[in-house]
């Protein structure tokens, strides 16, 4: 069997990982070319025969179907908000909120503004985040004072 008919759709049998392991690594010679085809034609007999005439593009689409139903997922959301550093502490609102925050409160213009960036798991399984890029991009318009990130002046007047 060439490779290309080895990795052809019409050679795929569908097996739990541990008969995957039996059957391709630990015993391969228990399980011979004639046995394997009998799984197949049994299993795609029946209820299973629609199988057959199943294709490539449509296996895969039920797959990531399957997938999206499965259950728990690991999913994580990053959200971006402006605020004020108050002392230790920086108090946020949602980004879309924040001119109007310091319109309504322009005593908070006093402070030092910081871009607030919230990580939230709200998938059920376990996730880890190891790092968040973010890109600014700074209209520095008719700013007064200069514009400073990290200690740093970044340019304008």
Not at 93 to 117: G, M, R, Y
């Amino acid at each position: 069997m060439t490779d290309d008919d080895r990795r052809s759709f019409p050679n795929l049998i569908l097996l739990c990982k541990p008969h995957h392991d039996l059957v391709d690594k630990i015993r391969p010679d228990d399980s011979p070319v004639e046995t394997l085809e009998q799984w197949k034609l049994q299993r795609e007999e029946g209820e299973s025969a629609a199988l057959r005439s199943i294709t490539e593009d449509r296996l895969e689409e039920l797959i990531i179907e399957a997938i999206r139903h499965a259950g728990p997922t690991r999913l994580v959301t990053v959200e971006f908000g402006g605020g004020a550093l108050l002392g230790a502490e920086a108090v946020g609102v949602p980004i879309e909120l924040w001119q109007t925050l310091l319109d309504s409160n322009p005593h908070l213009c006093a402070f030092d503004k910081v871009l607030v960036t919230t990580v939230r798991k709200v998938g059920a399984l376990r996730a880890a985040v190891e790092s968040v890029d973010v890109f600014l991009g700074v209209e520095m318009g008719g700013t007064a004072a200069p514009l400073t990130m990290l200690g740093r002046r970044l340019s304008g007047p």
